[in-house]
């Protein structure tokens, strides 16, 4: 079966995703390389034409050559036995809908199923089933409450319910900002909460292809600007991840067990990262990504080191993983 990193995208996350593919390529070196365009079409890409592209998170990748539609591109893959390695972030890629497709053509891919990684890409729908599992979640507003939340609690935040990498934040610190966020909510539906004052944390979880799942080291995020957005994760290098997290034991313990909670409640497959704040009263839920970055700067990265499991072990076990689920689907 021949392994192929397929990375790129049609959403806002395919730079992100690109840096994940550079990683992925310099792991696992035998694997093809498909480059998912904006315009829906999939090119074969040289591993000269990826490493050669020094500034992904910033600048657009090009693969310099035709491509073909998506669908018979998958259509190929499941011809010539393929089984897809996702370094792909958000938008179709991490909603379900590839996923879907990979699934109808009984294609193996890493990662979780479709309706799994339809869920958790879903914000307020995954803090629902992530609450039916025990895992403390921030309470929602409505934009109909919106100004009656902020004059309770003085200061909210707003997110895409749909979307990832901290694009489109909103800090609701004045009124006038309340503007931004109805005017921001016209385009797409946000996700609006109080905001929860504490330490940033995330938390991956790691399926093996032996059946054993288990967090890694909780991570600790300290922004190097004040907020954890995209130029912050990306861009900043006075941000700080620090693995093992300084949590004491009984917090560090609080959101692993949190972590692995949120990962069953929505049941997601091979890996994801949940991210937290840590309040006085404990990790306060905010998302589970079920494909989490793999860029050579990522968090998940960091804590399979910490754990002591090298990268392309990892990546090696969770093909193994993609293709034992498919053949157990067919």
């Known amino acids: 079966m021949r392994t192929t990193i397929l990375f790129g995208g049609t959403n806002k996350e395919r730079l992100v995703s690109v840096a994940s593919a550079q990683a992925l390529h310099r792991a696992l070196p035998e694997a093809d390389l498909w480059f998912w365009s904006v315009a829906d079409t999939v090119h074969e890409v040289s591993s000269k034409i990826l490493l050669e592209h020094a500034r992904p998170f910033e600048d657009e990748f090009k693969p310099g050559n035709r491509g073909v539609a998506l669908e018979a591109a998958l ?5 010539e036995d393929r089984v897809l390695l ?4 958000g938008g179709r890629a991490e909603n379900g809908e590839l996923q879907a497709m990979c699934e109808m053509r009984r294609i193996p891919f890493t ?4 309706a799994s990684s339809n869920l958790a890409f879903d914000k307020v729908a995954a803090k629902r089933f992530a609450a039916i599992a025990g ?4 309470a929602g507003i409505t934009l109909e409450n919106l100004d ?5 609690h003085g200061k909210l935040i707003a997110k895409p319910a749909r979307d990832g990498s901290s694009y489109g934040l909103i800090f609701v610190n004045a009124k006038q900002d309340l503007v931004a966020v109805r005017n ?3 385009s797409e539906e946000y996700l609006i909460e109080p905001f929860v004052s504490g330490v940033e944390a995330t938390c991956g979880v790691l399926e093996r292809s032996d059946g054993e799942v288990f967090s890694l080291p909780p991570i600790e995020i300290v922004p190097g600007e004040g907020t954890f957005d995209y130029t912050a994760k990306y861009l900043l290098k006075s941000t700080q991840e620090i693995c093992p997290g300084r949590f004491s034991p009984e917090v560090s313990a609080a959101i692993m067990d949190q972590a692995l909670r949120a990962h069953r409640a929505l049941s997601c497959s091979g890996y994801s990262r949940t991210d937290f704040i840590i309040s006085p009263k404990g990790p306060i839920f ?3 990504n079920t494909l989490p970055g793999l860029t050579a700067a990522s968090l998940y990265p960091k804590a399979l080191k910490v754990q002591g499991i090298e990268f392309p072990d990892f990546l090696r076990d969770q093909i193994t993983l993609a293709v034992r689920r498919s053949r157990e689907r067919a």
């Open 135 to 138: 895992v403390a979640a921030p």
């Open 148 to 152: 009656a939340a902020f004059a309770e």
């Open 111 to 114: 990662g979780s199923g479709s």
């Open 286 to 288: 905010l998302e589970t």
């Open 86 to 89: 996702l370094g792909l972030h």
């Open 75 to 79: 259509d190929k893959a499941k011809a």
């Open 184 to 186: 921001a909510a016209r």
